[in-house]
C-alpha cells in the first residue's frame, strides 16, 4: 500500500473533525515578505478546500515603518505603541491597503477555483 494513502487514512479524522469550523489566523507583516510566505497560501488553501473557514489577521508594521522611512517620517512612539498623527496615518493606509491587495492576489492565483490559479 503507497505511503500517502496510510498518511490519508492518518489524517482524515482530523479533516472531519474541522470541517465547518473556523480558523484564525494571524499573519505578521514580516511573514508575509518571507520567501516562505507562498508554502504559507498553500497550506491556507488547502485547508479552505478542506472546508475550513478562514479569518485571516496581517500585520503591517515592517511596511508601515518602510513607508514612514520612504517619506522622511520619523516615527514616534510610547510604551512601543506608535503615535499616529495624519501623515503618519496616510502611510498607514497606503501599506495596509497594498499588503491586503497582494495578500487577496497571492490567495486568489492558488484557488483552484479561480481564473488565475497557477499564473504566477
Same mark, same amino acid.
Do not use: K
Given at each position: 500500500?503507497?505511503?500517502?494513502?496510510?498518511?490519508?487514512?492518518?489524517?482524515?479524522?482530523?479533516?472531519?473533525?474541522?470541517?465547518?469550523?473556523?480558523?484564525?489566523?494571524?499573519?505578521?507583516?514580516?511573514?508575509?515578505?518571507?520567501?516562505?510566505?507562498?508554502?504559507?497560501?498553500?497550506?491556507?488553501? $488547502?485547508?479552505? &478546500?478542506?472546508?475550513? =473557514? %478562514?479569518?485571516?489577521?496581517?500585520?503591517?508594521? #515592517?511596511?508601515?515603518? @518602510? *513607508?514612514?522611512?520612504?517619506?522622511?517620517?520619523?516615527?514616534?512612539?510610547?510604551?512601543?505603541?506608535?503615535?499616529?498623527?495624519?501623515?503618519?496615518?496616510?502611510?498607514?493606509?497606503?501599506?495596509?491597503?497594498? $499588503?491586503?491587495? &497582494?495578500?487577496?492576489? =497571492? %490567495?486568489?492565483?492558488?484557488?483552484?477555483?479561480? #481564473?488565475?490559479?497557477? @499564473? *504566477?
Amino acid at each position: 500500500m503507497p505511503e500517502y494513502v496510510n498518511w490519508l487514512r492518518h489524517a482524515s479524522p482530523y479533516i472531519n473533525a474541522h470541517r465547518d469550523c473556523t480558523f484564525v489566523v494571524m499573519l505578521p507583516g514580516d511573514g508575509v515578505a518571507h520567501p516562505n510566505f507562498g508554502n504559507i497560501v498553500h497550506d491556507l488553501v $488547502l485547508l479552505h &478546500s478542506l472546508g475550513v =473557514r %478562514l479569518v485571516l489577521v496581517h500585520g503591517s508594521r #515592517p511596511q508601515i515603518e @518602510s *513607508r514612514l522611512a520612504q517619506r522622511g517620517i520619523t516615527p514616534r512612539y510610547h510604551r512601543d505603541m506608535r503615535i499616529t498623527d495624519t501623515e503618519t496615518l496616510e502611510c498607514v493606509i497606503d501599506a495596509v491597503g497594498q $499588503l491586503r491587495i &497582494s495578500i487577496e492576489a =497571492r %490567495l486568489s492565483m492558488d484557488m483552484a477555483a479561480s #481564473p488565475m490559479q497557477g @499564473s *504566477r
